[in-house]
């Protein structure tokens, strides 16, 4: 039962255009969103979050977007850099256990020049 | 520079064997998480502790797989006996709590024949 969902395996954008990540979740007591980011043979590390009081954050060229009634977020990239090509992947969890994430299966990214 | 150590980064086995696995958290972190990385499933919780005592381990298969921290200093996972679906990359973590971000080590990737 996957509780969070990340149905693009793989995304393709071009150098300067913006990325659009998106992740669906099903358990409706998520109340805080993560994003982390994965380079090969590194461990993810943590990129941007959202609570569930907002709507959106932003941090540079990141924008997180949560769609509560849709149970919904999606991270925003712009302008997109070659450096941003990693996998991504979107995590939930409660603020009762806000360390226990829950993560999706992640989105591998590639920003072609 | 304050980083989670794993070892090995790479193991190859073969099915039956035993197989353990070692975390070093972050000095000072109280909250070890250990994770498991499939194409399938994304990120998966096999278990974490906190203040070293084991607070949900419901993501592990009791039947051959155990996690323990003999001390404040080290986390290990343990496969006994090993099975090829066991191959995957295994993630240690650690956090402070209350709440604070996730921290990963780079993995060990385990290969079972």
């Known amino acids: ?113 | 520079d304050a980083r989670v150590t794993q070892t090995p980064r790479d193991k190859v086995t073969e099915m039956g064997q035993e197989v353990t696995m070692r975390c070093q958290p972050i000095l000072g972190h109280n909250t070890v998480f250990w994770y498991r990385q499939t194409m399938m499933q994304g990120l998966e919780l096999l278990a974490y502790f906190r203040n070293r005592a084991p607070l949900d381990d419901s993501g592990m298969p009791k039947d051959r797989f155990s996690a323990e921290m003999p001390d404040a200093t080290l986390a290990t996972l343990k496969i006994q006996p090993s099975e090829p679906r066991d191959s995957a990359v295994y993630f240690c973590a650690s956090a402070r709590h209350p709440p604070g971000e996730l921290f990963f080590g780079e993995g060990s990737r385990l290969t079972v024949l």
């Open chain 1, 1 to 113: 039962d996957q509780q969070v969902k990340q149905n693009s395996p793989s995304l393709s954008v071009q150098e300067g255009r913006i990325s659009i990540l998106n992740c669906d979740y099903t358990n409706s007591m998520f109340d805080y969103f993560l994003w982390y980011k994965k380079y090969p043979a590194e461990g993810p590390t943590f990129l941007i979050s959202i609570s569930s009081i907002k709507d959106k954050n932003e941090d540079g060229r990141f924008t997180v977007f949560l769609n509560k009634s849709a149970k919904h977020l999606s991270l925003h990239i712009v302008p997109s850099q070659p450096g941003d090509s990693a996998v991504y992947f979107c995590a939930a969890a409660t603020f009762q256990g806000a360390q226990k994430l829950v993560f999706g299966q992640g989105t591998r990214l590639t920003i072609n020049p």
